[in-house]
């Protein structure tokens, strides 16, 4: 059974950094995408960034390329994402998702992912 569990998020002053993670487990292997998106209240699910099977291909939402970092340490089975000058529109919960038919070029949309964490919170104050 695929589980992703998600850790990092928390109460962060504006222009300031944190870093999730995501660990993936019970799957064989890490010969598959990931990604990150983000939900605030009463608002449809966004896509926030994602990353192929070995890192060597990323995408990111407008709203967050040159802030947002996504990343991957296979052999620790996790995928991060360091969020810096973080903003109060930033405030959602983020979750991480696996999508297992895809390896190398990362999707945008959540009806590509097949499994999803429970999701961290993240909220900025201004």
């Known amino acids: 059974q695929v589980q992703l569990v998600e850790s990092g998020g928390g109460l962060v002053q504006a222009g300031g950094s944190l870093t999730l993670s995501c660990v993936f487990s019970g799957v064989t292997g890490s010969n598959f995408a990931m990604g990150w998106f983000l939900q605030a209240p009463g608002k449809e699910r966004e896509f926030v960034a994602a990353?192929?099977?070995?890192?060597?291909?990323?995408a990111y939402a407008d709203s967050v390329k040159g802030r947002f970092t996504i990343s991957r340490d296979n052999a620790k089975n996790t995928v991060y994402l360091r969020m810096n000058n973080l903003k109060p529109e930033d405030t959602a919960v983020y979750s991480c998702a696996a999508d297992l038919r895809t390896s190398f070029s990362p999707k945008n949309y959540p009806s590509a992912y097949d499994y999803w964490g429970q999701g961290t919170q993240v909220t900025v104050s201004s």
């Open positions: 990353i192929s099977r070995r890192g060597r291909s990323t």
